[in-house]
């Protein structure tokens, strides 16, 4: 059974910082790309992270870059998002993506609510 499970995702002040986890299994973690979406209030949902397979290359939506980074650990299945200078606008429900293009998978996690106020 395919499971990608986020955590740490919480309440922040503006300007914090906060380290969300992805945590897969059921799949072959290694082959696929990893990315991060999120989905604000009365929103659709949006991109902002990709880390490819290997780790060896990023992208990054323009009202994240510079304060996001987005790392992958193949040994614990895991995929990070380090967000730092958080702004009210980054408030969402952030989700995890896995992707595997050559095997047309795609799977999705359940999200983890992050919320910046003060």
């Known amino acids: 059974q395919v499971q990608l499970v986020e955590s740490g995702g919480g309440l922040v002040q503006p300007g914090g910082s906060l380290r969300l986890s992805c945590a897969g299994s059921?799949?072959?973690?290694?082959?696929?790309?990893m990315s991060w979406y999120r989905q604000g209030p009365g929103k659709e949902r949006e991109f902002v992270a990709m880390?490819?397979?290997?780790?060896?290359?990023?992208n990054y939506a323009d009202s994240v870059k510079g304060r996001f980074t987005i790392s992958r650990d193949n040994a614990k299945n895991t995929v990070y998002l380090q967000m730092n200078s958080l702004k009210p606008e980054d408030a969402a429900v952030y989700y995890c993506?896995?992707?595997?293009?050559?095997?047309?998978?795609?799977?999705w996690g359940q999200g983890t609510q992050v919320t910046v106020s003060s």
């Open positions: 880390i490819t397979s290997p780790g060896s290359r990023t």
């Open positions: 059921g799949f072959t973690f290694s082959l696929y790309d």
């Open positions: 993506n896995a992707v595997n293009k050559l095997f047309s998978k795609d799977y």
